[in-house]
């Protein structure tokens, strides 16, 4: 089975300022890696994924995450946040291979502020 | 391409009384899943089909909630009778051939 922890809940920064957020998994196989944000009152939209390759992952608004195995980490960053990132942010893993469930972390609720 | 379709948006019922929910998945995507959101937490699997089988529903309580997808194409998810606990979102999401899951706006559940 795997988990996913997001070691922060919330996070708070200002406009322009970079944001890191965290999130490391557990697995006793190989995985898949997911990051997707929420924004009030919406579904879940992909913003990046790794399946496999360069451990260096790019996704849509400006993120990126890095699959790092050592650390079981996935930790989810922007160099400059705007306003409108503010959101939920969710860490997701799946086993690969074949039709496997998405396990999700806590969430970390992103504030930006002026 | 069109999303992931979900109705109603919003429901608000009392304790006991029952619930149905709807699903219309992104066209030619053949696995669709429900999830339940509790404020506060990540969405949680319920259930998982792939067509118009089973695949996963080891968290669904089956004593109370239940879901199916006839001709594989939309599904619908029940509870009945409501417990307090069951306060949540409802997210259904599909996908094609193990890519990425897309997901809908979600019911939002209130039990009174």
């Known amino acids: 089975a795997q988990s996913v922890t997001q070691l922060d809940s919330q996070v708070p920064v200002f406009e322009e300022a970079p944001v890191e957020l965290r999130c490391n998994y557990s697995s006793s196989v190989s995985v898949y890696l997911f990051w997707y944000v929420q924004y009030p009152n919406q579904g879940l939209q992909l913003l990046l994924k790794?399946?496999?390759?360069?451990?260096l992952v790019k996704g849509i608004n400006g993120f990126e995450a890095e699959f790092n195995k050592s650390q079981t980490s996935f930790h989810l960053r922007k160099p400059s946040v705007h306003i409108s990132d503010t959101a939920e942010y969710f860490c997701a893993v799946r086993a690969s291979g074949g039709a496997q469930k998405l396990v999700f972390g806590q969430g970390t609720r992103l504030t930006i502020n002026p | 391409e069109a999303g992931v379709a979900q109705s109603p948006r919003y429901k608000i019922i009392e304790k006991r009384q029952s619930v149905a929910f709807w699903c219309n998945p992104i066209s030619g995507h053949a696995t669709l899943y429900w999830y339940q959101q509790i404020l506060g937490q990540g969405p949680k699997l319920l259930i998982q089909f792939q067509n118009n089988g089973v695949v996963d529903d080891s968290q669904l309580p089956k004593d109370r909630f239940s879901a199916e997808r006839l001709k594989g194409v939309d599904s619908t998810l029940k509870i009945q009778p409501a417990k307090l606990e069951d306060s949540a979102v409802y997210l259904c999401a599909s996908s094609l051939n193990n890519q990425p899951q897309h997901f809908g706006d979600g019911t939002r559940l209130s039990i009174l």
């Open positions: 790794y399946l496999s390759g360069s451990t």
